[in-house]
């Protein structure tokens, strides 16, 4: 094992590399020599290029085919790829949480995910991290001599390598372990232009308080760029599809900006989005909990505020 080596585990739709992937790149050259470790098929030249251009010098390639989809199958390719790694680094999804949980089960390492940052301090990783629904921070060190890291999107800036060689490419066997699941079908979704929501550095999200017209808070969301959110109220009435639920049985956010549009500001729903680095909040109720955490609240009907919004950002952007 080498110190000196950072493994990060690509995420990637397709032949593209998502931007908190990058990101991660960013922080694992602060630690050491990242390696990228790529599951499915070989990347395409765009993407090698982009991953050399964020410090990986070598991209580790593990097939196995569709069997790759299983969590267990995953841990053992991202094992046989970063068996000289003290430290690996991945983004911090649902998917991901479990893959690096069972490759810590079988490595014997640390693990925490949703951490906030990595360093080393006297020779050992320590990770910063939001618990009890983003009301503590906390700092970890762990003591073992592996460390792996699930890292939330948004939270280190990705900045190209100022040294940017090429991208070596090595193929890894792996030996597909023995598993109770089993894959049945592989359905694609066709892409979508929208930014997924766990990803956004910026989210807008509406609440009760759209009475399920969503048609402000998607205009907004699309004027700056960012992803539709939605409280558990809104989902539960049907006003919107589940997949945009913010909350900690939902997907947790961590933007750069988040808005809050008619959204009371319920523990669930703050438990999903207290990270996030600016909160504005727009609601028809003064006392509403979500004022207590926004960085900016406004008190109003958000129909009479998102259109001024919205008037002023268009007018900023086109001068």
Not at 88 to 110: D, H, Q
Not at 114 to 124: E, K
Not at 129 to 145: E, I
Not at 182 to 206: H, I, T, Y
């Amino acid at each position: 094992m080498s110190e000196n080596t950072i493994a990060v585990l690509i995420e990637h739709r397709g032949a593209q590399v998502a931007h908190p992937s990058v990101e991660a790149l960013t922080l694992a050259r602060g630690l050491g020599r990242p390696v990228a470790v790529w599951l499915g098929q070989a990347p395409t030249d765009d993407a090698l290029a982009q991953l050399a251009q964020y410090g990986a010098d070598e991209v580790r390639v593990v097939g196995a085919g569709s069997q790759v989809r299983l969590p267990a199958v995953a841990a053992a390719a991202v094992e046989a790829a970063s068996g000289d790694a003290a430290v690996v680094l991945a983004v911090s999804t649902f998917v991901n949480k479990e893959i690096l949980t069972r490759l810590a089960l079988m490595t014997g390492a640390g693990v925490v995910v949703d951490a906030a940052g990595a360093q080393w301090v006297d020779g050992a990783i320590e990770t910063d991290q939001t618990v009890f629904a983003a009301t503590w921070n906390v700092r970890t060190r762990m003591a073992t001599d592996r460390a792996i890291v699930a890292v939330r999107p948004n939270t280190t800036q990705a900045v190209p390598s100022p040294e940017v060689g090429r991208a070596q490419v090595v193929e890894v066997a792996v030996t597909v372990p023995a598993t109770r699941e089993s894959m049945v079908a592989v359905q694609v979704q066709p892409p979508s232009d929208e930014v997924p929501l766990a990803e956004a550095a910026v989210v807008v999200s509406g609440g009760r308080g759209t009475s399920g017209d969503y048609t402000l808070v998607r205009e907004l969301a699309q004027l700056l760029g960012g992803a539709v959110g939605a409280s558990r109220d809104a989902t539960d009435e049907g006003w919107i599809g589940h997949e945009h639920m913010v909350g900690q049985t939902g997907t947790t956010v961590t933007p750069r900006l988040y808005v809050a549009c008619g959204i009371s500001g319920a523990v669930h729903h703050r438990g999903g989005m207290q990270a996030s680095g600016t909160i504005v909040a727009v609601n028809i109720d003064p006392e509403a909990p979500i004022f207590e955490i926004a960085d900016f609240g406004v008190v109003g009907d958000l129909n009479d505020v998102l259109p001024q919004v919205i008037e002023r950002v268009a007018a900023h952007r086109a001068s």
